[in-house]
């Protein structure tokens, strides 16, 4: 099983959502551990990071194999989450 680590950044955002944003989201990241590849392979600038949709809200990730970790780096707002 993979252990999810939730970014400094992807913190602070999660922490200005609404509860029941940030309940939802939460939700989907726990889920990633058994589901790794979810979400969508990202290209370009975000090459190697997937992109988990949630309405308008979007959780990227990075998941990294040989550790078995998977990296929230980013989790809020389609209109941040890409900055």
């Given amino acids: 099983m993979y252990k999810i680590e939730i970014a400094p950044q992807a913190k602070k955002q999660l922490k200005d959502l609404k509860i029941r944003h940030k309940l939802s989201l939460l939700s989907i990241i726990e889920d990633l551990k ?26 990227i990730y990075r998941i990294n194999v040989k550790t078995k970790l998977v990296e929230i780096i980013s989790a809020g707002h389609r209109s941040i989450v890409y900055n």
Avoid: C, P
């Fill in 34 to 59: 058994d589901n790794l590849f979810a979400g969508k392979a990202l290209t370009r600038d975000f090459s190697g990071k997937y992109s988990y949709r949630v309405g308008v809200y979007r959780i």
